[in-house]
């Protein structure tokens, strides 16, 4: 693990490198362009481009609305989708920004998260709360050119944004609850997925809340793993109120009711509506067992979502799942009912607007 001090040393080297290369010619001017440079990577860094593949989530909601709307697609649906998901990764910039403006300074009490660029002092505050705005601003223009349900969905994304961030409530900072708000993102995700597509009916209720307690699950997984990072509760809960109240063995706990909610609400989908799903249940159970085996790891990527791509073994898994679920959503294996004794559904599932 990379320490405070071998960090420090690491910024010295670093600026020894660069007086070795102006003495070696390469002058104040490129000095300059480098310093620029590094000021604008700064401002990038805080809206976390690098997050954006939290946004696949939408892709459910898109698969869905293929299944329950193939009518509903065209060539034309492609661009819509794409723009679509441009303005969610903009509008989810726009919390990042908030989360980092209101975060920092508890996160100079974070053993990594100290070295990020407001903390450590790279970012000019009010030009970051403008960046804020800006970044909303353009969003919420963008999901208007789309439909009137994706600018309330991409609305109430930004208003989780200010429910999760803003004093006085602040949820991040309770416990629990700073889990399901944050979560709650994940349905949000799946219905600007389906309405960058379907703009007057939603998806099933019960698969929303599934997606609400999966993502719950994924959350208190990172409290977890942040917390047996930390090692220190004092520390944990100067850099994060809600550790006051947690432990291993209450964040496990909230793990399996999470875990226990998911299954059942999915369970529900299933039988409910499309029963061929039952069949990649155990690979879904898996995929938990293994996501908690990585949040026990030192140094645990789940600490850190965007970085789950490391974990190769962790992402083949997961894309067995997701084309075993994908698949089965458009497979009728009519014997299972029989085995089950269950009268395929003959109600439509969606919920018009």
């Not at 789309?146 to 200010?162: D, P």
């Not at 039988?271 to 938990?288: D, H, M, T, W």
Request: overall charge positive; some cysteine; charged content about 15%.
């Amino acid at each position: 693990m990379q320490t405070p001090i071998d960090h420090e040393q690491r910024i010295a080297a670093t600026a020894d490198d660069s007086l070795s290369r102006s003495h070696k010619g390469e002058g104040p001017a490129a000095a300059g362009r480098h310093s620029l440079a590094a000021k604008a990577l700064a401002y990038v860094s805080i809206a976390r481009p690098d997050h954006w593949g939290k946004n696949v989530f939408m892709a459910l909601g898109v698969v869905l609305a293929y299944f329950y709307r193939p009518h509903a697609f065209s060539w034309s649906t492609l661009g819509t989708i794409v723009w679509a998901f441009m303005a969610t990764c903009l509008v989810a910039s726009s919390n990042y920004v908030l989360n980092e403006i209101l975060d920092a300074a508890r996160d100079r009490e974070h053993p990594k998260k100290r070295w990020r660029p407001i903390p450590a002092g790279k970012v000019w505050l009010p030009a970051a709360y403008a960046q804020w705005v800006l970044l909303g601003v353009v969003s919420l223009a963008m999901a208007w050119q789309i439909n009137a349900a994706f600018f309330a969905a991409a609305g109430l994304l930004l208003v989780m944004g200010l429910v999760y961030n803003v004093p006085p409530i602040r949820s991040k900072e309770l416990p629990y609850l700073d889990v399901l708000s944050e979560s709650l993102n994940n349905p949000i995700r799946l219905l600007l997925g389906w309405f960058a597509v379907i703009a007057h009916e939603v998806p099933p209720i019960s698969l929303m809340l599934a997606y609400w307690m999966i993502g719950a699950f994924f959350m208190a997984a990172k409290r977890f793993a942040e917390y047996r990072h930390i090692n220190d509760p004092a520390r944990a809960a100067a850099y994060r109120s809600s550790f006051r109240h947690y432990n291993e063995k209450r964040l496990l706990i909230s793990i399996a009711f999470y875990i226990t909610t998911f299954a059942l609400f999915l369970g529900v989908f299933i039988i409910r509506y499309k029963l061929e799903l039952i069949l990649s249940f155990p690979l879904v159970a898996g995929f938990i067992c293994y996501y908690l085996h990585i949040a026990y790891k030192d140094e645990s990527a789940a600490q850190s979502p965007e970085k789950l791509y490391r974990e190769r073994g962790l992402m083949a898994y997961l894309l067995v799942c997701l084309i075993v679920f994908f698949a089965l959503m458009f497979v009728e294996i009519p014997v299972l009912y029989e085995w089950f004794n269950v009268a395929p559904s003959t109600v439509s599932p969606l919920w018009r607007i």
